[in-house]
């Protein structure tokens, strides 16, 4: 049964897609067979794994909206044992579509049931927002990673995440467990990284993942070229920390 991980966070730019992208390409690289959600309206986890948007027929927003079989939306990327189903702006309307449709809070977990069966892991990259498209991830998911950034005001917003992670576990998925939190674009050289690291592990302790992701030029440069870190430039330190990290997601269970 394969497990499904929720990447979110309402906050924008705190490296929700490159982890995405890149754990889900390192989940690959380690032999598990992986399926990548973008439900993103921005798309950028489609272009992330080297999809060309032109390319899409029908995307997440079909899913969501028209019933359409998640199956017949998976399409192969650059990298063996990963698949993605991908969003295109398309999907910027499907927010405000939802809210008067039937069960709308369990669409995309129902769409899931045929297809947890053929993959090891199913990751969901989330759009910077806590609305319904976030909350069908959430009630989708075993598990929610949420990447946090190694800087100023990292902890804001925070409280608002945990307790729509609380609603969901109420009212739509008593199931869903916070994997961990994930502190990304750290720079080691300032002390401000280092305070945020404190803090975090002070608030989350055992949920924050061991793995810290630096910044690292290779990760940023990567999506441009449609390829993964583990393809664009496997020797590089983000290639090596995203694979620390599939290790660690892995061992989780
Ligand atoms: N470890 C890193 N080192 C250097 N650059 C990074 C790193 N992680 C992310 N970035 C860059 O930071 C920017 C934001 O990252 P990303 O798109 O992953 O965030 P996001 O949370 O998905 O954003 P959004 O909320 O808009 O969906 C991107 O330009 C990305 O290339
Ligand atoms: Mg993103």
């Known amino acids: 049964m394969g497990r499904i991980i929720a990447i979110a966070n309402q906050k924008g730019g705190v490296g929700k897609t490159t982890s995405s992208v890149n754990l889900s390409a390192c989940l690959a690289y380690l032999g598990k067979k992986v399926l990548l959600i973008d439900i993103d309206p921005q798309g950028n986890a489609t272009s992330g794994v080297g999809v060309n948007k ?13 019933d359409v079989d998640v199956k017949d939306t998976i399409m192969e990327t650059k990298v063996e044992n990963l698949h993605v189903v991908p969003a295109t702006i398309s999907l910027a309307g499907a927010e405000i579509e939802l809210v008067s449709t039937m069960s709308r809070e369990v669409r995309l977990k129902t769409a899931l049931q045929e297809v947890k069966e053929m993959y090891d892991y199913i990751i969901i990259d989330c759009p910077p927002s806590l609305g319904l498209l976030t909350i069908n991830s959430l009630t989708a998911s075993d598990a929610i990673v949420i990447p946090v950034q190694c800087e100023y005001y990292a902890l804001e917003g925070l409280s608002q995440l945990l307790s729509t992670v609380r609603l969901v576990q109420k009212h739509l998925n008593h199931d869903l467990e916070i994997d961990g939190v994930l502190l990304t674009m750290l720079d080691a050289r300032t002390n401000l990284g280092l305070q945020v690291i404190e803090e975090v592990k002070k608030y989350f302790q055992d949920k924050v993942y061991r793995t810290i992701i630096p910044r690292n030029i290779r990760l940023s ?33």
């Open 221 to 253: 440069e990567a999506p441009s070229h449609g390829e993964p870190i583990i393809i664009y430039d496997p020797k590089s330190r983000g290639a090596e920390v995203y694979l620390d990290l599939a290790r660690e997601v892995i061992r989780n269970g």
């Open 54 to 66: 032109g390319d899409v027929d029908q995307c997440i927003y079909e899913v969501l909206i028209d």
